[in-house]
């Protein structure tokens, strides 16, 4: 595991390499999201998608309770975030236990310093989503929120320092990562509210096991693992900082291991939050 130990030249030689695919990356989901939202808008999902049909507005209008129906602008976005987070959450996923590329960051230096490339790209490519969510949110209303628009903005900036500093690559992955594997069953359990409901046995597999599963990647990732991974995190910059070695490495940066630790406790209990909504839910079906 390498660690990068000049620090007059890797933060420019990293953002220079790396901002065009940010770049991209970003025009490249407004694309797609403004494909998506034409190819919904003129109700031809089933013939490119291989989805159902999309509600008519008799439907919609038959049931009052589905806020989301009949609007493109919802399924477009849902579609753009669920492929992205099968990208993240998947080569998180590959890559955290398959590979188990953390397994040999053994030191809190290499979880803080050690340069992973798996890490990096899915860091790149969750700062292009980040910032591309927080754009397109401030045109959609039902988006907008105080709190998820703080969380696009908080995660972007973290992510931001990771690939400008060439850190964080440990936590990166698992915070930046291997989080978004429970959101692609999220925008699965979600892609109904947009469709009529005839779409086959593949379809209704789907759309019955993504609720569970979601609900189950999200309290594994998102709470039982999450707090351990935060414990680790601020043991980790304990010691580098008391033993000189965060200066050492990176002069002039401390500050970034203290945000991060400073942002981490409040994106700890905002999972919490969410995780009362989904057993509230969850009740809720069940009884």
């Known amino acids: 595991m390498a660690v990068t130990t000049k620090t007059l030249d890797y933060k420019s030689k990293h953002l220079n390499k790396l901002l065009p695919y940010l770049i991209v990356l970003a025009i490249v989901m407004q694309i797609a999201y403004v494909i998506l939202y034409w190819l919904y808008d003129n109700n031809l999902t089933h013939r490119f998608l291989g989805l159902p049909p999309v509600l008519d507005e008799a439907s919609c209008s038959a049931d009052n309770s589905n806020e989301k129906c009949g609007k493109p602008e919802l399924f477009a976005f849902q579609i753009v975030c669920g492929s992205v987070f099968v990208v993240i959450g998947g080569w998180s996923f590959w890559d955290w236990h398959m590979v188990q590329r953390s397994s040999n960051q053994t030191t809190a230096v290499q979880r803080l310093y050690g340069h992973d490339s798996a890490a990096q790209w899915v860091t790149v490519l969750n700062l292009a989503f980040q910032v591309w969510d927080f754009l397109i949110s401030l045109t959609i209303p039902e988006l ?99 033993s000189k070695k965060a200066e050492e490495l990176r002069p002039g940066r401390t500050w970034i291991l203290n945000m991060w630790l400073f942002f981490n406790v409040p994106m700890g209990f905002l999972q919490l939050y969410w995780m009362s909504i989904i057993l509230k839910e969850a009740y809720k079906m069940l009884s």
């Open 144 to 242: 907008c929120t105080w709190i998820m628009m703080t969380h696009h903005l908080v995660a972007a900036i973290l992510a931001f320092s990771a690939i400008y500093n060439d850190m964080m690559s440990y936590y990166a992955l698992f915070f930046l990562g291997i989080s978004e594997v429970s959101s692609i069953f999220l925008v699965s359990m979600d892609i109904p509210s947009y469709l009529a409901s005839s779409g086959g046995m593949f379809y209704s597999i789907v759309k019955d096991a993504s609720g569970p599963l979601f609900a189950i990647t999200f309290i594994l990732y998102r709470v039982i693992v999450w707090w351990p991974c935060s414990l680790r995190l601020y043991r980790d910059v304990t010691q580098v900082v008391t």
